[in-house]
């Protein structure tokens, strides 16, 4: 399915750029988008492809006109039937390169805390059967990473993976070994770093709903110059499914660098989702892509939509839902060129009424670079301080006035704060408003009013209109 797209819209500023204490005044600015978008879901090729060409202009300071590509893509290949894939996906997009400078509170039309970044992956992937009860797995995923300005300048990631499981090798008990080879090249600002992990686990099968799990192995990395590090861990965890519609899973490991966690719960009913998570462990650009709150609102809204029986129309309302809901919340994280330890926990939820949805998500995130010498880019986040610190929430609500208009309110707080040498700690709010309704089937129109602050590091205030049209052909 092919259709083409054209967005317009009008944005009054009364502080243009989210200025420190307003200097830079007010100016009306026009974003003029078309686009194309591409999806199949059928066949050996399926996936999708959408692209708009931005142009922003300004009418009181053309200084600051601009135009960018914007592109999100993914896609699978079936080379040969239950044997060979090949997964593929790109992204153009602008993204933070700091927690700290303003204008990181959900406004595209911001430019002055972002940058665009590039990113394409290829991975091949063989699945196959040794003898008749244990299935095996070789992938290999390059991955492609460029733009960013001075903080991010190329990255190449690749990352090789071997796997042999039988879950049910001796009655009860089952195995899975796991060997994976990683290297990350960060371009002529950074040298390359490899690591090795080769993992076996024993798992016990307590019911169908509940296995245990015992797990041991060997690492090796170069992460710290003249010093490679290479040790045994051993760990356990569980993977609990009491119902379809709830998982719970938990591990902990005594890895390199301290004890690694990963705990993640999921409960899905009718009409919402629960969601909660710590997650403690090695991590990277590519391993942490930069998210916005609309990407992190959508498997939840999904989820809660079983009464929409079409899965093409399912997605299509809750994508739309998620950004009106997401519309002034902060994206998630910012881009850097080195590996980190990155100790995240988060928790939210979704709920969907006959007229209402109600999204609340809250997180907090704490990265530090794994070695002083993987920091040398000085825009970096994790070269200037030791530790980062970032927490973020936000509650939204949605009220469908009829089949074709919605009223949508959304509040969001978030501090980020760097450790270090020096202390940089900035707080945010934001408070948006907004109404949409359908003109046709293929046109809705929108009037999003938006008050957003600062203060700490820098200060600014701002009150923002946006009206904008949608169609597609």
């Known amino acids: 399915m092919v259709s083409e797209t054209l967005s317009v819209s009008e944005t009054y500023t009364d502080n243009v750029g989210a200025a420190n204490n307003g200097t830079a005044g007010s100016d009306w600015i026009t974003q003029i988008s078309p686009g194309v978008a591409i999806s199949r879901k059928s066949g050996r090729l399926s996936g999708s492809f959408a692209a708009s060409l931005n142009g922003q202009f300004y009418a009181n300071d053309s200084s600051r006109n601009t135009s960018y590509l914007q592109l999100t893509s993914n896609g699978a290949f079936i080379a040969v039937d239950d044997m060979l894939f090949v997964d593929f996906g790109a992204s153009i997009k602008r993204e933070s390169v700091s927690a700290f400078s303003s204008g990181t509170l959900g406004d595209e039309l ?206 299509a309302q809750a994508r739309a839902l998620a950004v009106l809901l997401g519309s002034g919340v902060p994206p998630i994280g910012f881009i850097t060129n080195t590996e980190f330890i990155d100790r995240s926990a988060w928790f939210g939820f979704t709920i969907n009424g006959a007229r209402n949805t109600l999204a609340f998500r809250s997180s907090r995130s704490e990265r530090s670079a794994l070695s002083p010498d993987l920091a040398l880019v000085p825009g970096d986040d994790l070269a200037k301080y030791s530790r980062t610190i970032t927490k973020a929430s936000s509650i939204s609500l949605q009220h469908r006035l009829n089949g074709l208009s919605s009223l949508t309110l959304s509040y969001s707080v978030s501090d980020a704060k760097g450790e270090g040498i020096t202390v940089q700690d900035v707080s945010r709010r934001a408070l948006t408003g907004g109404f949409n309704t359908k003109l046709s089937p293929r046109t809705s129109v929108s009037l999003v009013l938006r008050h957003q602050s600062a203060s700490g590091s820098y200060d600014y205030t701002e009150n923002a209109l946006v009206g904008s049209v949608s169609t597609r052909f």
């Open 110 to 315: 911001n430019s002055s805390n972002q940058e665009l970044v590039r990113r394409f992956f290829l991975a091949p992937r063989l699945a196959f059967r040794l003898g008749k009860d244990i299935n095996g797995n070789l992938s290999y995923r390059q991955e492609w990473t460029s733009g960013g300005g001075q903080v991010l300048d190329s990255r190449n990631q690749r990352t090789a993976i071997l796997s042999l499981s039988n879950p049910l090798a001796f009655g009860p008990f089952g195995w899975d070994i796991n060997y994976q080879d990683r290297e990350s090249d960060g371009g002529s600002a950074i040298r390359s770093v490899a690591s090795q992990t080769a993992r076996a686990t024993l798992i016990y099968s307590v019911s169908p709903q509940l296995n245990l799990r015992v797990l041991g192995g060997h690492e090796r990395n170069d992460y710290t110059v003249g010093k490679d590090v290479s040790r045994s861990f051993s760990g356990g965890g569980f993977d609990w499914r009491p119902t379809d519609r709830t998982d719970f899973s938990a591990t902990a490991e005594n890895r390199f660098f301290g004890t690694g966690y990963n705990v993640s719960f999921n409960h899905r009913m009718p009409l919402s989702s629960f969601e909660l998570g710590y997650v403690r462990d090695v991590a990277s650009t590519e391993t942490t892509a930069f998210v916005s709150a609309a990407d992190l609102l959508f498997p939840g809204i999904y989820d809660a939509l079983t009464t929409i029986s079409d899965p093409a129309e399912r997605e």
